[in-house]
């Protein structure tokens, strides 16, 4: 009898350790062998917030995008001061407040600064703020420029130095800036591109390294994008 409830005690173990093994979350392999601390970090996202695989993969990208170079070591609840639920990401010494939606991150934040999505910090800065920055100057500039010919009345045919020096300080600087060119480090797996002093270039894989020499048009339109460190 007791070699009977044994065998049958052995049999249950062996079926849940099959089951186990069958459930087992698969990792994704070209993560992995980009970053050795993803299958880490992946599994802090799974488990804390609550994320499918597919979920938490997207959500490691986006956070590498935004900068992360190294494992997720603690996640934590929080709400900002609109109520708003969000989680504090812990990567070394270094955090990030994701805010999720539907399983999804929607927007990632350092010390006040929305490092995604691109662009949210000017497209989302309050419109009145843009309307009095924008309006006041252009009444200043108007009674300014009014001014300034008073100012510059020719006087028996001369041009005061004002003006003179005015004429002389436009420089063609913003198209000098436009075509300077840069050698850049690029991760052609993920199409961002940093710096050579930037240290998240450091860890990018020899078969995803290269680099590209141009302007900062020729580089975006080839595809990739700005590091997040880079941008800071």
């Known amino acids: 009898m007791k070699r009977t409830t044994c065998l049958v005690l052995a049999a249950l173990l062996c079926f849940l350790f ?4 069958s459930a087992a979350v698969e990792t994704n392999a070209e993560l992995e062998s980009q970053y050795d601390y ?12 609550g994320l499918t695989p597919d979920q938490a993969d997207a959500a490691f990208q ?23 639920a969000y989680y504090q990401v812990y990567f070394g010494s270094k955090s990030f407040d994701v805010y999720l939606k539907d399983g999804a991150i929607e927007t990632v934040k350092q010390y006040n600064k929305v490092l995604y999505p691109e662009g949210v910090t000017e497209a989302n800065t309050s419109t009145e703020k843009t309307m ?20 510059t009345t020719p006087i ?5 130095t004002k003006e003179s020096a005015t004429k002389k300080q436009k420089p063609t600087t913003t198209k000098k800036a ?33 680099t590209m020499t141009g302007t900062i048009a020729e580089i975006e339109a080839a595809g990739y994008r700005l590091c997040g460190f880079c941008a800071k």
Do not use: W
Request: with cysteine.
């Open 18 to 21: 099959a089951g186990c093994n």
């Open 38 to 49: 993803y299958s880490a970090s992946a599994t802090k996202l799974r488990n804390e917030m």
């Open 62 to 84: 986006v956070l590498v995008q935004c900068g992360m170079d190294g494992e997720i070591t603690y996640i934590f609840d929080k709400k900002d001061s609109d109520d708003n």
């Open 132 to 151: 009095v920055k924008t309006s006041t100057p252009t009444v200043a500039t108007a009674s300014a420029t009014e001014t300034i010919t008073k100012k």
């Open 156 to 160: 028996e045919g001369k041009t005061s």
């Open 178 to 210: 436009s075509e300077q060119k840069y050698t850049v480090i690029l991760n052609t797996s993920t199409h961002v591109y940093h710096l050579r002093e930037c240290q998240a270039a450091k860890k990018i894989k020899a078969e995803n390294r290269s």
